[in-house]
């Protein structure tokens, strides 16, 4: 490539959802490798419309642990948001991990939490998977896709239910206007998952989870049983967040003070990031290899008309219809990571 040269060289396959692909790349004109994630051939105008919201999303957001938004363009006809790179692993690839450095990653993604809420935004979709840990310690919350926001310009239809089954807080499965305590939630989630080494709701659908979510006796009881070698602060966190009512549950900034001043046994986040042995991304893509020129997608000024859910989607993006009785909650969690 030369100097001024706005193309992409698209290298290995970072990760796959239902309506994207997210590959390691080189902007030539920077000389940089950032993050490019490519819609794929013939999905819905809804899937156009979460990319732009993304992007505006992203462009609002000025925090050390969410992605920065680099550019919204086309390649060649295919529609790309384009992020910086942290070359490393995604939360669930490097679970368990040493108590001080699951809670440095948790304080992380509270406090880039917080600095969302505060500005009228709820991820609703935190997840290990949705979490990058990079090579010196570097953590970047991913993927505001479907964060809510009164000025989206997709719509989520408000009869359905949208995120990842094992990471749902107990009222986002009779959705409503969703709080940032969903968001904390979800924490408690992240947080179990980096000390144990698994999934607090080990459920791929809503029915199962909602079965789960009958008590909050079972989530106290599991939480105890499974993180007694912890000290008790930390399993007091744990718990604080997974609170069933939302009410009860502290807020991002204060997860995010309790993980930071917290003593803890084992290394922190950099050091344990210095022994770690990174593998090197191999995976590949259809477009792996491929240099495409960019052209800009379009502005960041949401529509005038907002679009709905494509009905026909309704497994692609994780959510489904209302009323929500244990026996309708059927739809299979699709673990999407776009």
């Given at each position: 490539?030369?100097?001024?040269?706005?193309?992409?060289?698209?290298?290995?396959?970072?990760?796959?959802?239902?309506?994207?692909?997210?590959?390691?790349?080189?902007?030539?004109?920077?000389?940089?490798?950032?993050?490019?994630?490519?819609?794929?051939?013939?999905?819905?105008?809804?899937?156009?419309?979460?990319?732009?919201?993304?992007?505006?999303?992203?462009?609002?957001?000025?925090?050390?642990?969410?992605?920065?938004?680099?550019?919204?363009?086309?390649?060649?006809?295919?529609?790309?948001?384009?992020?910086?790179?942290?070359?490393?692993?995604?939360?669930?690839?490097?679970?368990?991990?040493?108590?001080?450095?699951?809670?440095?990653?948790?304080?992380?993604?509270?406090?880039?939490?917080?600095?969302?809420?505060?500005?009228?935004?709820?991820?609703?979709?935190?997840?290990?998977?949705?979490?990058?840990?990079?090579?010196?310690?570097?953590?970047?919350?991913?993927?505001?896709?479907?964060?809510?926001?009164?000025?989206?310009?997709?719509?989520?239809?408000?009869?359905?239910?949208?995120?990842?089954?094992?990471?749902?807080?107990?009222?986002?499965?009779?959705?409503?206007?969703?709080?940032?305590?969903?968001?904390?939630?979800?924490?408690?989630?992240?947080?179990?998952?980096?000390?144990?080494?698994?999934?607090?709701?080990?459920?791929?659908?809503?029915?199962?989870?909602?079965?789960?979510?009958?008590?909050?006796?079972?989530?106290?009881?599991?939480?105890?049983?499974?993180?007694?070698?912890?000290?008790?602060?930390?399993?007091?966190?744990?718990?604080?967040?997974?609170?069933?009512?939302?009410?009860?549950?502290?807020?991002?900034?204060?997860?995010?003070?309790?993980?930071?001043?917290?003593?803890?046994?084992?290394?922190?986040?950099?050091?344990?990031?210095?022994?770690?042995?990174?593998?090197e991304p191999s995976a590949t893509g259809p477009l792996s290899g491929q240099v495409l020129v960019a052209t800009p997608l379009v502005d960041l000024t949401p529509s005038?008309?907002?679009?709905?859910?494509?009905?026909?989607?309704?497994?692609?993006?994780?959510?489904?219809?209302?009323?929500?009785?244990?026996?309708?909650?059927d739809a299979e969690d699709t673990h999407s990571d776009d």
């Amino acid at each position: 490539m030369v100097p001024g040269d706005r193309r992409y060289r698209l290298g290995p396959l970072l990760g796959r959802g239902a309506s994207a692909e997210v590959y390691r790349a080189r902007r030539g004109d920077l000389g940089i490798d950032v993050a490019v994630k490519v819609l794929r051939a013939g999905v819905s105008g809804e899937a156009l419309a979460r990319l732009r919201d993304e992007a505006r999303i992203l462009a609002q957001l000025d925090h050390p642990g969410i992605v920065r938004l680099v550019d919204l363009v086309s390649l060649e006809g295919r529609p790309a948001l384009v992020t910086d790179l942290v070359d490393g692993l995604d939360a669930h690839a490097i679970a368990p991990l040493p108590p001080r450095a699951a809670l440095d990653v948790v304080a992380a993604v509270a406090d880039a939490l917080q600095r969302a809420h505060q500005r009228g935004l709820v991820h609703r979709d935190v997840k290990p998977t949705n979490i990058r840990v990079g090579r010196f310690g570097q953590v970047r919350l991913l993927d505001f896709g479907i964060a809510w926001a009164r000025d989206r310009e997709a719509r989520t239809a408000s009869d359905v239910i949208v995120g990842s089954a094992p990471y749902l807080a107990p009222e986002r499965l009779d959705e409503g206007t969703p709080g940032p305590s969903c968001d904390v939630f979800a924490l408690g989630c992240l947080l179990f998952e980096l000390v144990t080494g698994r999934s607090l709701f080990e459920v791929r659908s809503y029915a199962l989870h909602a079965a789960r979510l009958s008590g909050q006796a079972w989530v106290d009881s599991h939480v105890e049983k499974a993180c007694a070698p912890l000290s008790i602060p930390i399993r007091a966190l744990t718990m604080s967040t997974l609170a069933f009512s939302p009410q009860d549950r502290p807020s991002a900034g204060r997860v995010a003070e309790l993980a930071e001043g917290m003593n803890a046994s084992g290394a922190t986040l950099r050091a344990w990031a210095r022994t770690f042995p990174w593998p090197e991304p191999s995976a590949t893509g259809p477009l792996s290899g491929q240099v495409l020129v960019a052209t800009p997608l379009v502005d960041l000024t949401p529509s005038m008309e907002p679009t709905l859910e494509d009905a026909s989607q309704v497994a692609t993006h994780l959510r489904l219809a209302r009323p929500a009785p244990a026996a309708r909650l059927d739809a299979e969690d699709t673990h999407s990571d776009d």
